[in-house]
């Protein structure tokens, strides 16, 4: 059973910066391309980041370019997403996605003064 468990959030000012982590578990980690999505409160899901399942290419919304890193340790069968810089305009749940199936409960990110 597909299993994938966001860490992470939490509130942090403008400026500042998290460690979005995703523990995966019950498939192949390493076998499976990742994804981030979010959604804000009124808003619908939006993807953020790509990473095939080698790590070896990524893809990221306008948005996230030059601020947010996705990365993996197929070691660890865990997802990252270092967010820098952060907006309020960042401010929604994040989720972990396998991309052929699989979502995470999401954690919070909210970025406040």
């Known amino acids: 059973q597909v299993q994938l468990v966001e860490s992470g959030g939490g509130l942090v000012q403008p400026g500042g910066s998290l460690r979005l982590s995703c523990a995966a578990s019950g498939f192949t980690f390493s076998d499976n391309a990742m994804r981030w999505y979010r959604q804000a409160p009124g808003k619908e899901r939006e993807l953020v980041a790509f990473i095939t399942s080698s790590g070896t290419r990524t893809n990221y919304a306008e948005f996230a370019k030059g601020r947010f890193t996705i990365s993996r340790d197929n070691a660890e069968n865990t997802l990252y997403l270092q967010m820098n810089n952060l907006k309020p305009e960042d401010t929604a749940v994040y989720y972990c996605?396998?991309?052929?199936?699989?979502w995470g409960q999401g954690t919070q990110v909210s970025v406040s003064s």
């Open positions: 996605n396998r991309v052929v199936g699989g």
